[in-house]
């Protein structure tokens, strides 16, 4: 009888690894998360509309904006961690079926993206309306097609030019064995990875502008690829600390590292302060339960966060679209736009990326993962977690 009760307590007290994984055993919906990531999306979005705007100041936090991308490398390193070390760890991985996830994910919407750039720019010459030489570069249309652009072979930046992270997200996940076998070799040590991978990041930004004489976060087709690497193996850090065991008090460690965050933009620090910053308000978020998260895990902030790949890789043929055409009705020969045409620009671009979400990004990933489980699997444990992305 007494062990019997034993058993009954055991098996009603709360798993250690219970912040994982859902009843299901498919990994925990870390919904903050994804509605930081429409966040982040927008933030690039006001840094890349800016110069449209009919005003004489740049705030330092839009100046900052590039920095959205290391907020997505960062995340993509804590969320592939979180859905596949654990299948990498122990053996249970298929490198074939994570790359055609991968492939499901990114490839459908990038090609339209690019595609819808071409067609956009040829009509806007047959309109009379002027457009960056830059953007229809035949050259480099094979590595963008390939998602290498980002990896010194491309001659230009060209087409969807923003497509340059994607080619770098491709390189990371391709490399994702050796990230996931270095982060499982430290998984006991979660807190000396953190700091070696905040140590990792600080050092590459110092050093790298002396060998290549720019930043390193303001690397695309020349670096690109390197640009992501010390931001995944920082997510990949961070969720070490996570999967030990989320952080204690999670509202403040949120709130105050947004904070810190947005002040250290808006006084333009140093990027390997921001970049840190970003991966503890990621932690924190990650840390935060649903029912705590208010806003952030809102059906809204869900759904917008689901977009959001969206909202980034349309960004290009909305801007090229939308700011032609404003400029020629409001006789803005400069294309710098009337606060309100540009906050309609701006607004906008959620509601032509939820378009692309429902008729293209959706389906077409949708279409291709039914294509894989025609692919035999080695473990049908991974057709579960492959869903949580």
């Known amino acids: 009888m007494v062990a019997q009760n034993a058993e009954l307590r055991a098996s009603l007290a709360p798993r250690p690894d219970s912040h994982l994984t859902d009843a299901a055993g498919a990994p925990t919906d870390l919904r903050a998360l994804t509605s930081l990531r429409f966040l982040a999306a927008m933030w690039v979005a006001v840094y890349a509309l800016w110069d449209h705007l009919a005003v004489d100041f740049r705030p330092g936090l839009v100046a900052k904006g590039y920095l959205g991308v290391e907020l997505f490398f960062v995340l993509s390193g804590f969320i592939l961690c979180h859905v596949y070390l654990a299948a990498a760890g122990e053996k249970r991985f298929s490198y074939r079926d994570f790359l ?36 229809l570069g035949w050259s480099s249309l094979p590595a963008n097609l390939t998602m290498t652009h980002a990896w010194g072979l491309a001659p230009e930046s060209a087409w969807n030019h923003r497509s340059w992270s994607i080619s770098a997200e491709w390189f990371a996940y391709l490399l994702f064995p050796a990230f996931a076998w270095a982060a499982w070799r430290v998984k006991d040590r979660p807190w000396a990875a953190t700091a070696s991978g905040v140590f990792f990041l600080f050092a590459l930004y110092l050093v790298f502008p002396r060998l290549a004489g720019f930043h390193l976060t303001e690397a695309t087709i020349a670096w690109g690829a390197l640009r992501i690497v010390p931001c995944f193996a920082l997510g990949c850090a961070l969720y070490l600390v996570f999967r030990r065991r989320p952080l204690p008090r999670p509202m403040l460690v949120s709130t105050v590292a947004a904070l810190l965050m947005t002040g250290a933009a808006w006084l333009n620090l140093w990027d390997g302060v921001i970049v840190a910053l970003a991966g503890a308000l990621i932690l924190g978020l990650a840390s ?8 952030m ?16 890789m349309v960004l290009v043929p909305w801007q090229l679209l939308a700011v032609n055409l404003a400029a ?33 990004e959706f389906p077409a990933r949708r279409a291709l993962r039914r294509l894989g489980e025609r692919f035999p699997r080695r473990e049908k444990a991974l057709r579960t977690a492959q869903t949580a992305l």
């Open 100 to 135: 055609w996830a991968r492939v499901a994910r990114v490839y459908p919407l990038h090609v339209a993206t690019l595609v819808g750039v071409g067609v956009l720019a040829f009509g806007a010459v047959a309109a009379g309306m002027a457009v960056d030489d830059g953007i």
């Open 328 to 360: 020629r009705l409001t006789g803005a020969d400069d294309k710098r736009l009337h606060v309100f045409v540009w906050l309609a620009i701006l607004a906008g671009l959620p509601v032509v990326a939820a378009v692309s979400y429902h008729l293209v």
């Open 288 to 295: 935060l339960p649903n029912a705590r998260a208010g806003l």
């Open 297 to 312: 895990a809102s059906k809204a902030g869900v759904y917008l966060g689901e977009i959001s790949y969206s909202v980034y």
